[in-house]
């Protein structure tokens, strides 16, 4: 899943529900639990649960889900607690509520969320890395949850442009900057060319790198007048030999990044460049003909 632009949110699964959907509010709580509260008017001795659904790729089928059991609270209201362990597979986890065995799953629409607790990175574990979760509402206004599982990350922090480049700061998670450590930008499609970056290492974790765009778009790595835009994914190799790491922004409450951070493109002669985040929230940087005006 890393390192592509794959499809983001789509319908769901056509499950149909009744009429009069739960509404389910969650709060992301230090150490990377989600309390989920749900408004549902059922007896006391009633036994719904919680169903996460991992979104399947196309053409794949769906597999078994996460099922937490929703304990009565109060008049029609019932809590549910997701805790940190065991991590949720990387990707889109759709929000049911499940009455008695054999009925029908509803799907939950999206009530109140509480995110404050992830805007540090604190609400997403203390592992390293850590198991990321984040809920939001979909495109068809739905609850899910995005979830992201690596076992080595690279968290991408400020960005600085300028005219003709820009200076990323990042930070290693599960790994250490050793002899050899090098950022590298591969260039999307079937030629996979790669642009080897020096990278200043400010501490066994924390380091910095400055792409040159003109650099980047050197021997034919940009577009020509009408070609489609060239993309070049971000990665971080922590010493020589190691493997790659792809430089991704996870670490906050944002779900989706890319329609939410766009930065300025520079203008470099026929093209410009210019840095955004995937549909995976990872750095890449795309290299644009120029548009006639």
Do not use: C
Request: proline fraction near 8%; charged fraction near 30%; glycine fraction near 12%.
């Amino acid at each position: 899943m890393s390192g592509s632009d794959g499809d983001g949110d789509g319908d769901g699964d056509g499950v149909n529900g009744p009429v009069e959907k739960p509404r389910g509010e969650v709060t992301a709580q230090e150490g990377g639990r989600l309390l989920v509260r749900v408004r549902l008017p059922l007896p006391v001795s009633a036994r719904p649960r919680l169903l996460l659904q991992l979104r399947p790729k196309k053409g794949k089928p769906e597999g078994t889900g996460r099922y937490v059991d929703l304990e009565p609270v109060g008049q029609d209201q019932w809590r549910a607690v997701l805790e940190a362990a065991p991590a949720l597979e990387e990707g889109r986890w759709d929000a049911y509520v499940v009455g008695a065995p054999g009925e029908e799953r509803t799907p939950l629409l999206p009530g109140l969320r509480d995110l404050r607790a992830l805007v540090s990175g604190g609400g997403h574990g203390r592992a390293t890395p850590p198991a990321v979760r984040i809920p939001y509402a979909t495109k068809d206004g739905r609850l899910a949850v995005r979830a992201w599982r690596r076992a080595t990350h690279a968290e991408a922090g400020r960005i600085v442009l300028t005219d003709d480049s820009m200076t990323v700061t990042a930070r290693l998670l599960g790994a250490r900057l050793g002899e050899g450590a090098a950022v590298s930008l591969t260039r999307r499609g079937q030629d996979s060319a790669v642009r080897r970056i020096a990278l200043r290492v400010e501490g066994d974790q924390d380091f910095s790198f400055t792409v040159d765009y003109e650099e980047l778009v050197a021997e034919g790595g940009g577009p020509g007048a009408g070609e489609a835009p060239v993309i070049w994914d971000v990665y971080v190799r922590p010493a020589a030999g190691a493997p790659r790491i792809r430089v991704a922004r996870l670490l906050d409450d944002i779900a989706d990044r890319k329609t939410v951070f766009v930065y300025p493109a520079a203008t470099l002669g026929g093209v410009s460049a210019r840095p955004y985040y995937t549909l995976d929230n990872d750095l890449s940087v795309e290299v644009a003909p120029r548009r006639a005006r």
